[in-house]
């Protein structure tokens, strides 16, 4: 189907638009008009950029109904295995090819193509730098806060905290620059080079006996045990054989450190990155590189998975259990997923790294299906695991929930100049509002959840809609004026630290601190500069970062998860857990971590007691064997939502009926659930059900689904939205 057609006459083109069909246009001659081509079309009254997926002498159309293309893009096609690959991921998550393959497509539609800018360099103050402009800063004030912003950050201030400053600053950082006021900083310790220990040697040598071929390696190494450093010279291999080396990351935050990293490890290696947090001209210069082949590595989120990749010698997936690979709106796919399929497809080895791999990734494991390579010491040899201790939640001695325990261990730490990290996973102050007279509790007028109080500025706000209102003074209900806020969130341990030691030098770091871009980073900085004493937050603090004088790390409120009705949460607490307790201890300091639980005697606590997270794989495992769940079986998820409640309901009866039907006429092994209530039973307005079938054997799952989605497509239900996820991570 590729190359030049002569007889150049329909070009059947998938556009992104809501059916995502793929519709005939007229291919005038001359064009060169391929499968894979970038080409602008009218659909409809709207212009949009579709793909090419084939180009034919034929139309079903009648010709005058045909309109003609109006224009190729000035772009290479996507390489057929990207065409490729978005056909499986059509026809696998059920979406429209349009949709699948708009995820393939550079961001063209901006229209005018920018020169990407240079990534913005970390500057440091030079000698002459400090003398210069401590004399000027005393005369102008306007100077004097850039000025200490410099000087107080040893390391210097990276590349997101300058891409975060006033216009004004950048002016003058420029200018400075121009002066030899301020430098780029030498190469820092970090980035020096390492000698492989035994453990990385033999990974590295693992992977490498794969080269050329199909294959899939679990690299399980606990946290620290330099994981970084074996794809790094897995990518150098397969770079230095000519290649081109895929990475994926979980987050985009994570990004510009590993790029630094593996920019140390492989010196004149043209690296591309790809990931949301790019303008669209940085993404498309990017995009450009990778598929001339002149970038030897392409680092990205999970979107950079359809990067085009002439020379693909090697796909590596970081933290492959991380759940943001899965795309939970639109094309539902998981980009680990689909990672294996494109190095399926392409005869190259792929790497699945983590410290806690997912179940299905050791399930493959075990059975055999993929290699597995283990490190099961931290890389630096000063640095040990660290001591896991228990404090009750409800202890006695708590101060507006800190236990006693943790309290003294952050005070010894205070007392040793050492870092602390306190990891609480809900924002907010607290996550509920209720009376202490009667049983009113602050719920969302369009969601069925609670209402998080806030702080800074005081609201109640909803975590899953964004309303926010007012925090009454009385209970609404009885009148009462005793509210109490219940429960534990970033801002009130926040505050409790700094009750409990004014002195000390407090961050805050989860969505709220982190909305303005480079803030994340800037904190991060300060704490590498020793600037702070205390970093309390979510998730986001759990990943990555190396801290070497960070020996504490406090746990609270993880409980929580214990109680959730997904069937993952406990596997997720668990990945949290250990990658948290991680941050302790990376370096010659011992490490410490303080979890705050009740239940200390549950399985997810003593398998990080004992730091063997494959007894508890054995454990979670078998229990979803005996339920049924994935790994061990497969699923579905129909959801649905629509204002009326009764419109949910008919529609998944409807829907519920022709799955039995769908269920007779494929022959098909799939057990149908009834239709039940959403775990957000109601969001902004919206009541929401869904509908989960299962299935032992993939094959009898995907017979049935040939049958069901189009009886469901043809459903009435103009009222309702649905959407179907196959293999969820969370019901
Ligand atoms: P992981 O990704 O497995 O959590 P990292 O790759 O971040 O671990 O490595 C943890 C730390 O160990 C880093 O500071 C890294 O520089 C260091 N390190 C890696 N390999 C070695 C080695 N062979 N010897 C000494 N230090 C190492
Ligand atoms: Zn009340
Ligand atoms: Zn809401």
């Given at each position: 189907m590729r190359g030049a057609v002569d007889d150049v006459s329909y070009a059947r083109v998938a556009v992104p638009a809501a059916t995502g069909q793929a519709f005939d246009y007229w291919a005038p001659e001359g064009l060169g008009v391929v499968r894979g081509s970038l080409v602008r079309v009218r659909l409809a009254r709207r212009r949009c950029v579709g793909v090419v997926t084939g180009v034919h002498a034929t139309s079903e159309i009648a010709r005058e109904r045909v309109q003609p293309l109006d224009d190729v893009l000035a772009l290479p096609p996507l390489p057929e295995d990207v065409v490729a690959l978005a056909e499986f991921v059509s026809a696998y998550y059920r979406e429209p090819i349009g949709l699948a393959l708009s995820l393939a497509v550079p961001p063209v539609r901006a229209g005018a193509r920018r020169r990407a800018l240079a990534p913005p360099q970390a500057l440091v103050l030079t000698e002459a730098g400090s003398a210069e402009l401590a004399a000027r800063a005393v005369r102008a004030p306007a100077l004097s806060a850039l000025f200490a912003k410099l000087r107080d950050a040893p390391g210097g201030i990276g590349g997101e905290a300058i891409a975060a400053l006033a216009p004004r600053d950048r002016r003058r950082l420029a200018a400075w620059r121009a002066a030899g006021w301020v430098a780029e900083p030498e190469?820092?310790?970090?980035a020096r080079r390492v000698e492989p220990n035994d453990a990385q040697r033999a990974a590295v040598e693992a992977i490498a006996a794969t080269a050329g071929r199909f294959s899939v390696t679990l690299l399980q190494g606990v946290t620290g045990s330099g994981k970084t450093d074996v794809y790094a010279a897995a990518a150098a291999g397969a770079i230095a054989g000519g290649g081109q080396v895929l990475l994926l990351v979980p987050e985009i935050n994570l990004t510009p450190q590993l790029t630094a990293r593996f920019a140390a490890a492989l010196p004149g290696a043209r690296i591309a990155t790809l990931h949301s947090g790019l303008s669209d001209g940085e993404r498309l210069d990017h995009w450009a590189v990778a598929a001339s082949g002149e970038a030897a590595l392409v680092v990205g989120t999970r979107l950079a998975v359809y990067a085009p990749l002439p020379r693909l010698a090697l796909v590596i997936v970081d933290e492959e259990h991380d759940p943001s690979y899965k795309q939970q709106d639109g094309v539902r796919y998981h980009a680990r997923d689909v990672a294996i399929v494109r190095a399926r497809a392409r005869g190259v080895p792929i790497v699945l790294g983590s410290a806690t791999p997912s179940l299905e990734t050791v399930l493959h494991a075990r059975a055999g299906r993929y290699a597995r390579v283990v490190l099961p010491e931290r890389a630096d040899p000063r640095a040990r695991a660290p001591a896991i201790r228990f404090a009750p939640e409800?202890?006695?001695?708590?101060r507006e929930g800190l236990a006693g325990p943790l309290v003294e261990a952050i005070r010894a730490r205070l007392a040793r100049r050492e870092q602390s990290l306190v990891f609480v996973n809900r924002r907010g102050y607290a996550p509920s509002l209720k009376c202490a007279a009667c049983a009113w509790e602050a719920g969302c007028p369009r969601c069925s959840a609670r209402l998080v109080v806030h702080r800074e500025p005081a609201r109640l706000r909803c975590h899953h809609c964004g309303h926010a209102e007012r925090i009454p003074?009385?209970?609404?209900?009885?009148?009462?004026?005793?509210?109490h806020a219940r429960g534990l969130g970033t801002q009130r341990i926040e505050a409790a630290l700094a009750q409990a030691f004014p002195d000390a030098r407090i961050a805050r770091v989860d969505r709220d601190t982190t909305r303005v871009r480079g803030a994340f980073e800037a904190v991060r900085e300060q704490v590498a500069a020793e600037g702070i004493d205390i970093l309390v937050g979510t998730?986001?603090?759990?990943?990555g970062h190396d801290f070497p004088r960070l020996t504490l790390v406090g746990v609270i409120g993880a409980d929580h998860a214990l109680y959730s009705a997904d069937f993952r949460a406990v596997e997720r607490l668990a990945a949290l857990l250990f990658q948290v307790a991680g941050r302790a201890g990376r370096a010659a300091l011992p490490g410490e971590v303080v979890v705050q639980t009740a239940f200390p005697a549950h399985a997810v606590y003593r398998a990080l007691a004992a730091d063997d997270y494959d007894a508890l794989a054995s454990d979670l495992l078998e229990e979803r064997r005996v339920a049924a769940l994935p790994p061990h079986a497969h699923l579905v998820l129909l959801a649905a939502e629509a204002v009326s409640r009764d419109d949910v309901d008919r529609f998944l009866a409807a829907a519920e009926h022709e799955a039995r039907a769908a269920r007779a006429r494929g022959r098909a092994a799939v057990e149908v659930h009834a239709p039940v209530p959403s775990l957000l039973a109601r969001r902004a307005g919206h009541e929401r059900a869904q509908i989960v079938v299962q299935a032992s054997r993939r094959p009898e799952l995907a017979r049935f689904l040939d049958a069901w989605v189009p009886a469901l497509r043809a459903l009435p239900g103009r009222r309702v939205r649905w959407s179907l996820d196959v293999d969820p991570i969370a019901l």
């Open positions: 190469p820092t310790a970090s409800d202890d006695p001695g708590a003074r009385a209970c609404p209900s009885c009148g009462n004026v005793d509210l998730q986001m603090l759990a990943k």
